[in-house]
């Protein structure tokens, strides 16, 4: 699975749009781009995935650039319960693999 | 609402004692999962499980077992529990099928080993 790289520590404040980036040069075709985010003393939760096109949810946009090399995670309007550990994390699905590789993710602080 | 459920949020064990660690998944999900979480280390996998009475090593797989006799509970063991495995230790599960899934997690379970 192709190595990730994100900022240690980002601040935004609240209300405004938070933009986590994530850079993953060595991705392949068949990756999966996955954001999950850990608040403090839970486990972490899934926010969204994407391949090559851009894909919003209820929870976030992923913009994921045409050479695939890096993506976007945005949170439109940012909560301070939005203060969390994100995790990018790329794998493909091939079928009988399920591991996934968390790195050390970016603590965002959503100050008031 | 998807829910994994881990039997206890905060252990403190005894070095040289049994440890059992219970996940239970109520979404029917395959695939059952042992993370442990360190700073600065990020999550790593202990074991894993795609069916019942099935098991893979994952990463970190020493001084750990695991059991899995029912498809909604995965059981972590330490047999002989040590300084070095106080950790979070984190249950997950996952829907079989393409690949293309997410991993639902518990709560976690901080244990310390004194």
């Known amino acids: 699975d192709a190595k990730t790289t994100q900022p240690p520590s980002m601040d935004c404040a609240e209300g405004r749009a938070a933009n986590l980036p994530c850079n993953h040069s060595?991705?392949?075709?068949?990756?999966?781009v996955y954001w999950y985010r850990q608040i403090h003393s839970q486990g972490p939760q899934y926010i969204i995935h994407g391949l090559k096109n851009n894909e919003t949810n209820e929870m976030a946009s992923l913009i994921i650039t045409e050479d695939r090399k890096s993506s976007t995670l945005i949170l439109p309007h940012a909560t301070l319960r939005d203060t969390a550990v994100y995790y990018c994390i790329v794998r493909a699905p091939l079928p009988g693999t399920y591991k996934y590789i968390f790195g050390t993710g970016t603590r965002l602080k959503v100050l008031a | 609402d998807v829910k994994v459920t881990q039997s206890s949020r905060y252990l403190v064990k005894r070095t040289g004692e049994k440890v059992f660690l219970e996940c239970v998944q109520d979404m029917d999900h395959e695939n059952m999962f042992w993370y442990r979480q360190d700073p600065g280390l990020g999550l790593r996998l202990i074991y894993f499980?795609?069916?019942?009475?099935?098991?893979e090593k994952g990463d970190i797989p020493e001084g750990y077992s695991v059991s899995r006799e029912k498809k909604e509970r995965f059981s972590l063991i330490l047999e002989s529990a040590s300084t070095n495995q106080t950790s979070m230790y984190l249950c997950?599960?996952?829907?079989?099928?393409?690949?293309?899934?997410?991993?639902?997690f518990g709560p976690g379970t901080r244990l310390t080993v004194t």
């Open positions: 060595t991705i392949s075709g068949n990756e999966y």
């Open positions: 499980s795609y069916d019942v009475k099935m098991k």
């Open positions: 997950a599960s996952t829907t079989a099928g393409t690949g293309i899934y997410e991993q639902y």
